[in-house]
Nanobody
Framework: QVQLIESGGGLVQSGGSLKLSCAVS????????VGWYRQAPGKRRELVAQ???????TYPDSVKGRFTISRDNAKTMVYLQMNSLKPEDTGVYYC????????????WGQGTQVTVSS
């Protein structure tokens, strides 16, 4: 079983930075593809960054160049460094993990709120 616990959210001014952390428990970390999703009020949950077990990172155009995802296999942690934040980055950020060996095994954290003021 995999458990995900996010931390690091908060209130920041436009143009500021935040770093989110996702602590991943369980013994499967090296074969997990981990992503960060966000959900703004009234909107669908969207992927903002993903890193595979082999540390290949992908981003949508909306955050490319501003967000950086990284993983520390020794600490079983995944981070999301967010720079040049905009009000439209506001939302609840969720950590998601998918087993690359068994892709139907998907796990979610409880979310952490990020609010960017203008």
């Amino acid at each position: 079983q995999v458990q995900l616990i996010e931390s690091g959210g908060g209130l920041v001014q436009s143009g500021g930075s935040l770093k989110l952390s996702c602590a991943v428990s369980g013994t499967m970390f090296s074969r997990l593809s981990v992503g960060w999703y966000r959900q703004a009020p009234g909107k669908r949950r969207e992927l903002v960054a993903q890193v595979t077990g082999g540390a290949i990172a992908t981003y949508p155009d909306s955050v490319k160049g501003r967000f950086t995802i990284s993983r520390d296999n020794a600490k079983t942690m995944v981070y999301l460094q967010m720079n040049s934040l905009k009000p439209e980055d506001t939302g609840v950020y969720y950590c998601n993990a998918r087993d690359e060996i068994s892709p139907t095994s998907v796990y979610w954290g409880q979310g952490t709120q990020v609010t960017v003021s203008s």
